[in-house]
């Protein structure tokens, strides 16, 4: 029996090469050695306001995404977050044995609260809500970034406080994978990762960008001084260029050094936009051929809800019968 992956994305913003390159990209490459549960976190991006028909759209966006960038529903389970009651019911059980201090201590939640006038109970429990969508399916590996890894230890210690005090309910998720993807940082501010939230036209090369755009970005992309690649000073900016284009090419570190030593700026940017723009196109097509295919979408977020629904469902009963709640004979 496979053990059992569980990931997913909010559908905010539009998703960008570094989503693509240091998540998705590997999802593809793993789902078919686990048991794959890609899921889309409407729920999440509520936790700060969303205008809902944005939201609606952008939800099938993404599940189209999934699609394009290679994950197989007769594979994997591509579901929407909110499509599985289930999700929120574990999650208010487990905020009833969440300590608050465990939640004020995240980091995520600290910034996004200081940028907010009024903040929200939901961007507290959100960590919660994330132990939740995981704990719900006994995920035994959780592939997620650097930014996510506080939560995913935060989840670990809320499944292990259940089981101390109701008794082995939760799989102990596993944190990371053996592989990750690439980490990929914005083009204006290459110490910063690349962000679907962060403001600016020139920040992120997102996936449905057009060739034209995609190489006015790059471009634009912050360099140095320097008059050409020098790599044992590498600037922020050049590193960021050179990983991308490393992340879509597959080349090594020697190829990259013999091809790019000494090359002057504009053309490292017109190289790295050619490779992202040849990499992007096949994505596209298939993304705009997906879309053009009247419910298809829809019909593989459906499936995918109905798969996962049992599972989820004896999670919760379970939890229930553990903490003495009401459940039919």
């Given at each position: 029996?496979?053990?059992?992956?569980f990931?997913?994305?909010?559908?905010?913003?539009?998703?960008?090469?570094?989503?693509?390159?240091?998540?998705?990209?590997?999802?593809?490459?793993?789902?078919?050695?686990?048991?794959?549960?890609?899921c889309?976190?409407?729920?999440?991006?509520?936790?700060?306001?969303?205008?809902?028909?944005?939201?609606?759209?952008?939800?099938?966006e993404?599940?189209?995404?999934?699609?394009?960038?290679?994950?197989?529903?007769?594979?994997?389970?591509?579901?929407?977050?909110?499509?599985?009651?289930?999700?929120?019911?574990?999650?208010?059980?487990?905020?009833?044995?969440?300590?608050?201090?465990?939640?004020?201590?995240?980091?995520?939640?600290?910034?996004?609260?200081?940028?907010?006038?009024?903040?929200?109970?939901?961007?507290?429990?959100?960590?919660?809500?994330?132990?939740?969508?995981?704990?719900?399916?006994?995920?035994?590996?959780?592939?997620?970034?650097?930014?996510?890894?506080?939560?995913l230890?935060?989840?670990?210690?809320?499944?292990?406080?259940?089981?101390?005090?109701?008794?082995?309910?939760?799989?102990?998720?596993?944190?990371?994978?053996?592989?990750?993807?690439?980490?990929?940082?914005?083009?204006?501010?290459?110490t910063?990762?690349?962000?679907?939230?962060?403001?600016?036209?020139?920040?992120?090369?997102?996936?449905?960008?057009?060739?034209?755009?995609?190489?006015?970005?790059?471009?634009?992309a912050?360099?140095?001084?320097?008059?050409?690649?020098?790599?044992?000073?590498?600037?922020?900016g050049?590193?960021?260029?050179?990983?991308?284009?490393?992340?879509?090419?597959?080349?090594?570190?020697?190829?990259?050094?013999?091809?790019?030593?000494?090359?002057?700026?504009?053309?490292?940017?017109?190289?790295?936009?050619?490779?992202?723009?040849?990499?992007l196109?096949?994505?596209?097509k298939?993304?705009?051929?997906?879309?053009?295919?009247?419910?298809?979408?829809?019909?593989?977020l459906?499936?995918?809800?109905?798969?996962?629904?049992?599972?989820?469902?004896?999670?919760?009963?379970?939890?229930?019968?553990?903490?003495g709640?009401?459940?039919?004979?």
């Amino acid at each position: 029996m496979k053990p059992r992956v569980f990931s997913g994305m909010q559908p905010s913003g539009n998703l960008h090469i570094g989503n693509y390159l240091g998540a998705l990209k590997n999802w593809v490459r793993i789902q078919s050695d686990y048991e794959a549960i890609f899921c889309i976190v409407d729920m999440h991006a509520v936790t700060v306001y969303q205008n809902p028909d944005e939201l609606r759209a952008k939800i099938r966006e993404l599940a189209a995404l999934y699609l394009a960038a290679g994950i197989d529903p007769k594979q994997s389970t591509i579901m929407v977050q909110s499509a599985v009651p289930a999700h929120a019911e574990l999650c208010w059980m487990l905020t009833c044995v969440t300590p608050v201090g465990w939640l004020q201590r995240m980091t995520q939640f600290k910034a996004k609260a200081a940028e907010q006038e009024t903040v929200g109970d939901g961007l507290l429990q959100y960590p919660v809500l994330m132990a939740a969508d995981i704990l719900l399916y006994q995920a035994a590996i959780v592939p997620v970034g650097e930014d996510q890894t506080q939560h995913l230890e935060l989840t670990r210690d809320i499944a292990q406080r259940f089981n101390s005090l109701y008794g082995e309910t939760f799989v102990m998720p596993e944190t990371s994978l053996p592989s990750v993807g690439a980490r990929i940082m914005g083009l204006d501010d290459p110490t910063k990762k690349m962000s679907k939230s962060a403001p600016g036209s020139g920040h992120a090369v997102a996936l449905l960008d057009p060739p034209a755009t995609i190489r006015k970005k790059i471009m634009r992309a912050t360099t140095d001084s320097a008059p050409g690649v020098d790599f044992d000073v590498l600037s922020p900016g050049v590193a960021n260029l050179l990983g991308i284009f490393q992340a879509f090419s597959g080349w090594d570190d020697a190829q990259m050094r013999a091809h790019f030593s000494g090359m002057r700026y504009g053309e490292l940017k017109k190289q790295v936009a050619d490779m992202v723009i040849a990499n992007l196109e096949p994505l596209q097509k298939r993304y705009n051929e997906i879309v053009s295919e009247k419910g298809y979408v829809d019909a593989v977020l459906r499936e995918g809800a109905e798969r996962v629904t049992p599972i989820a469902n004896a999670t919760v009963e379970l939890v229930k019968r553990r903490m003495g709640l009401y459940t039919p004979c």
